[in-house]
C-alpha cells in the first residue's frame, strides 16, 4: 500500500514542480549531513562533512526542562564539541521569542542568549546558531503572502537574538505535497533569513514532515527534492540534510541521494567532484 501511494504521489508532483533556469556557476555553497542511521554514515568522499547538532537533552535541565543547564554543565557540554564546515547547530525546539506576551519573550530571548554565550565562552574557537528561531517558524502565512506580522517578529528578533549567533538555520522540512507553495514558503523564509547578515544554512528532511498523517515516513519524489535543493543553491549558502532513521542501514542507492549526487555534479562543487565522480558513469 505504502509503495502504491508513492508512486501516486510521484505521478501527481511530475509535471507540478517549477522549471528553473540553468543553475549559476561558481558560487560558494556548503553541504553538510546530520543523519542518524543504524550504521554511521559518511559522505566525506562527496565533500558532504558531518554537521554537529546539540539537542535538547544536552541543554536543559532534567529535572525542570523549561531551565537551561547551570553555566558549568552548558561548559562541559561544549567541551565534547569539534569544529565542523559550518557552526555548530543548537536545536532546542522551545522558547519561543515569537509572542505577543512581552514578559514571556523576555524570559526565553533571556534563556536563548544564556546558553549560546555559555557555549561560546567555553568555546570561542567555535561558532554557533540556532536551528529554525530565526525566522519564525510558519507556513501558511509565507504561502498566502500575509507577512506584515511575521516581517514585524523577524526584525525584534534582528535587534536583540540574531547579534548573539554567528549564522541562521532555518527550517525549510516539507509539509504536504505541493511543490509550488514549499517553493514560495522556502523563498520567503530564505529571503528573510538574508536581512539578518549572517550566512544562512537550510536545514532540509528528504522526507514529508512527520506531522502530515498521509505523507509521513514517504521520501520525496526526486524532482520535489531536486526542487529543493535547487532553490536553497539559489537563496542561500548552503544546507544540512537532516534524517533520522536508527534502525535501517544508510542506502547509498535510495532515490533521493541519487538526486543529490547529480545536483552536486550540476554546481560543479569541487569538494563534491572526487565523490560523486565514483558513482557517476
Same mark, same amino acid.
Given at each position: 500500500m505504502k509503495n502504491y501511494v508513492s508512486l501516486i504521489i510521484a505521478l501527481l508532483v511530475i509535471g507540478c514542480v517549477p522549471e528553473f533556469d540553468p543553475l549559476p556557476k561558481g558560487k560558494d555553497f556548503i553541504i553538510t549531513q546530520s543523519m542518524v542511521y543504524q550504521d554511521r554514515v559518511d559522505l566525506s568522499s562527496f565533500g558532504v562533512a558531518r554537521n554537529q547538532i546539540i539537542y535538547a537533552s544536552g541543554i536543559v535541565c532534567p529535572t525542570n526542562q523549561d531551565e537551561p543547564l547551570a553555566e558549568p554543565a552548558l561548559q562541559a557540554v561544549a567541551q565534547t564539541l569539534q569544529a565542523g564546515d559550518l557552526p555548530t547547530v543548537i536545536d532546542i525546539g %522551545?522558547?519561543?521569542? +515569537?509572542?505577543?506576551?512581552? &514578559?514571556? %519573550?523576555?524570559?526565553?530571548?533571556?534563556? #536563548?542568549?544564556?546558553? !549560546?554565550?555559555? #557555549? %561560546?565562552?567555553?568555546? /570561542?574557537? &567555535?561558532?554557533?546558531? +540556532?536551528?529554525?528561531?530565526? /525566522?519564525? %517558524? !510558519? +507556513?501558511? /502565512? &509565507? !504561502?498566502?503572502?500575509? #507577512?506584515?506580522?511575521?516581517?514585524?517578529?523577524n526584525e525584534a528578533a534582528k535587534v536583540d537574538l540574531v547579534p548573539h549567533v554567528d549564522a541562521v538555520f532555518p527550517t525549510l522540512f516539507t509539509l504536504y505535497d505541493d511543490p509550488k507553495g514549499w517553493e514560495t514558503f522556502a523563498i520567503n523564509t530564505l529571503t528573510e533569513s538574508k536581512r539578518f547578515n549572517k550566512p544562512v544554512y537550510a536545514v532540509i528532511w528528504p522526507k514529508f514532515h512527520e506531522s502530515n498523517p498521509v505523507l509521513n515516513g514517504l521520501y520525496l519524489p526526486a524532482a520535489y527534492w531536486r526542487l529543493e535543493l535547487e532553490t536553497c543553491f539559489r537563496y542561500c549558502d548552503g544546507i544540512v540534510i537532516w534524517n533520522y532513521e536508527p534502525k535501517i542501514n544508510w542506502n547509498s542507492n535510495a532515490g533521493w541521494w541519487k538526486e543529490t549526487v547529480a545536483f552536486m555534479e550540476a554546481i560543479h562543487s569541487p569538494t563534491a567532484e572526487q565523490g560523486w565522480k565514483q558513482i557517476m558513469p
Open positions: %522551545r522558547w519561543s521569542i +515569537y509572542t505577543k506576551d512581552s &514578559l514571556q %519573550r523576555k524570559e526565553h530571548l533571556h534563556k #536563548l542568549v544564556f546558553v !549560546v554565550e555559555c #557555549l %561560546r565562552k567555553a568555546r /570561542p574557537d &567555535l561558532q554557533f546558531g +540556532y536551528y529554525g528561531v530565526v /525566522p519564525q %517558524r !510558519v +507556513y501558511e /502565512p &509565507l !504561502v498566502d503572502l500575509k #507577512l506584515t506580522e511575521w516581517n514585524a517578529f
